[in-house]
């Protein structure tokens, strides 16, 4: 298996060390990003990128609770672990579905506990990992509602209204994704039929989840009227 792609963000740089070498020696093997503060990790974090955050509570700027307050507004399922010397913030990590609560002095055993919870957190969900433009991106397919070509670019949509443009073409990211439930309904479009709510056939449109839309190629119509009947289907032999 792959390893775990885990962000550590801790502004005390001996405690950082300490912590990196905890999780590199950990019973999961996993690479390692370091912040050094709230502000930047959430200039480098998108949806996908990371299976697990060590978030220390007490830093400089901005908290470690208010840069996971930010987080849980695009992402409500990436495990995080709060790292601090007291348990004052008991009911905000619950209150933000923080997976661990973490004392210090940390101990390998702590951090052996969250690995383990963040892979099995990943092989729930798909993460697709894609190559687009030479550049390695992981997707949260599961989340992802669709992509929509627009110039040099791809805006990707996922749930919580959150949208991440990267430099690609559908041509390249079509083909390494799941050929069910993404659909090449357009040109410019491909959709996750796990997000579409309804079809439209006179205005050659997919109806999406939280409010959006995905158009339909003529040419693609009779294409995409069989792939949506097969998922709903698919949906019904699921709920026997």
Known sequence: MDELQIALCEDQADEQ??????I???IVPASVSLFGSGETFLEEYRPGRFDLVFMDIYMDGITGVETVRRIRQSDARLPIVFVTSSREYALDAYR?????????PVTQRAV????????????QQSIAVVILRG???RLPVNRLICAEQKGHYLVLSYEGNRKEQVRGRLDELAPQLPAF???????????NLDHV??????????????GGVAYIR??????TVEAWEDWLFSQARKDR
Request: proline share 2%; charged share 40%.
């Open 218 to 223: 003529r040419e693609y119509l009779k294409k």
């Open 17 to 22: 060390a300490q912590l990196a070498g905890l």
């Open 24 to 26: 590199r020696s950990g």
């Open 197 to 210: 709510t309804g079809i439209d056939r006179e205005l050659l449109l997919l109806h999406l989840r939280e």
């Open 135 to 137: 550049r390695e991106y």
């Open 96 to 104: 933000l579905e923080v997976a661990k609560y973490i004392e210090k």
């Open 181 to 191: 439930p993404f659909l090449r309904c357009h040109k410019s479009y491909l959709a």
């Open 112 to 123: 052996d506990e969250a690995l383990l919870l963040a892979r099995e957190k990943r092989e």
